[in-house]
């Protein structure tokens, strides 16, 4: 069983400060959505609320289309999970696993065969006798979810819980979370400031800033057609170039920056229009001669080679600096520093938004 969620015009103030403003959103049933933005920007607010924990100060908040104001936390079809797990370690695993069943007068034999189900479900048979310092981070982890999974809830809440592991774990753990939530059919509501887990795990992605929601699409859309600065600087890296646009025609446009005119897709702009245009370091080339067009001359600065990729950084004549990413498929050639050299986009690659499109913040 599991249900969706509607957010309607929420609002949360705490005293005159507004900490989530307007939030509207419809989670369908089954989803993995993921609230992504910088510290502060109000995700734990809206979880909290779903959750119970905290009261909206307007709108409304219904979960499988019942309005759930008023209701307590245990009142309601969810579960958390924090990145603080507290497992009782003077418990063995099935008991920990079984607790929120035992409290509700389900007898032994059931909570341990229940126990059992989960731990294969989130791949750790044979563990039920261990104790919670036997475990490492991850099997934890995986614990604290078939914990909350034990008492059937229609909504799992995740708040940052990957954050206390080490990369490799994460990364791993992503792909169980996903796979865990493809299984079960539980709506899963995760709330993280990591953009790489938002995009690898989740069906939609809402991105905030400063209480709002800026954009609500899947992983794909929001990082190739971010619809503002916002989002397209919080989610990965660009090479931003400020500009105006010039002699607009069907579908392309010329873009006049300090760095040369460039020609781009147009979207809907207006001649002399400010905009920016954002273009991510992997659809930067690097090259020895210019291109025909979207080609700067720059100075490489600073090699870096992050292992599956080397991010080469290049001063532009206006000291702007810019990075390309080139893929280290084992015979990459890279530039020494110092060496003159040219930067360049496809005109398909470009995202253009008005300067004034960043919504507050
Ligand atoms: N109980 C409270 N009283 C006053 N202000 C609060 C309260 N809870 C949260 N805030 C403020 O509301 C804003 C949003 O907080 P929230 O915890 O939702 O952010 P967040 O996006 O989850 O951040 P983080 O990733 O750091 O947890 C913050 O500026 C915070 O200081």
Excluded at 113 to 141: F, H, I, R, Y
Excluded at 235 to 262: D, Q, W
Aim: hydrophobic share 40%; charged share 20%; net charge neutral.
């Amino acid at each position: 069983m599991s249900a969706g969620i509607d957010l309607e015009n929420v609002c949360c103030d705490f005293g005159s400060f507004r900490a989530v403003d307007n939030a509207n959103v419809s989670i369908k049933p089954g989803e993995f959505f993921s609230f992504l933005g910088p510290s502060g920007c109000g995700k734990t607010t809206i979880l909290r609320m779903i959750s119970g924990f905290t009261e909206p100060t307007q709108g409304a908040i219904r979960i499988g289309g019942k309005d759930v104001r008023g209701l307590r936390p245990n009142q309601r079809p969810t579960a958390l999970i924090f990145q603080n797990l507290a497992l009782f370690p003077l418990m063995p695993i099935w008991e920990n696993i079984s607790f929120g069943l035992e409290v509700r007068g389900v007898d032994k034999a059931t909570r341990r065969k229940k126990a059992e189900e989960l731990l294969e479900l989130v791949e750790l048979p044979g563990a039920a006798d261990k104790m919670v310092s036997q475990l490492s981070g991850g099997q934890k982890q995986r614990v604290a979810i078939a914990r909350a999974l034990a008492v059937e809830p229609a909504v799992m809440l995740l708040d940052e819980p990957l954050s206390a592991l080490d990369l490799k774990l994460r990364q791993h753990m992503r792909a169980e979370l996903r796979s865990i939530q493809k299984r079960t059919g539980v709506t899963f509501i995760y709330i993280t400031h990591d953009q790489g887990e938002a995009l690898a795990m989740s069906d939609r992605v809402g991105v905030m800033s400063q209480g709002r929601i800026q954009q609500i699409a899947d992983p794909r859309d929001i990082y190739n057609n971010p619809v503002n600065g916002f989002v397209a600087g919080f989610v990965g890296e660009n090479n931003v170039f400020t500009g105006s646009v010039r002699n607009p025609a069907t579908g392309m446009a010329g873009y006049e920056t300090k760095l040369g005119t460039f020609r781009a897709r147009l979207g809907e702009l207006a001649s002399g229009e400010n905009v920016k245009l954002y273009v991510r370091p992997e659809h930067t080339l690097l090259s020895e001669t210019a291109a025909a067009e979207n080609s700067v001359p720059v100075t490489i600065s600073e090699v870096s080679f992050e292992g599956a990729f080397i991010a080469v950084h290049g001063v532009a004549e206006n000291g702007q600096t810019l990075v390309a990413e080139i893929r280290n498929d084992g015979s990459a050639t890279v530039p020494a520093n110092g060496s003159q050299m040219f930067m360049q986009f496809d005109p398909a690659r470009a995202a253009i938004l008005p300067d004034a499109a960043v919504a507050k913040g």
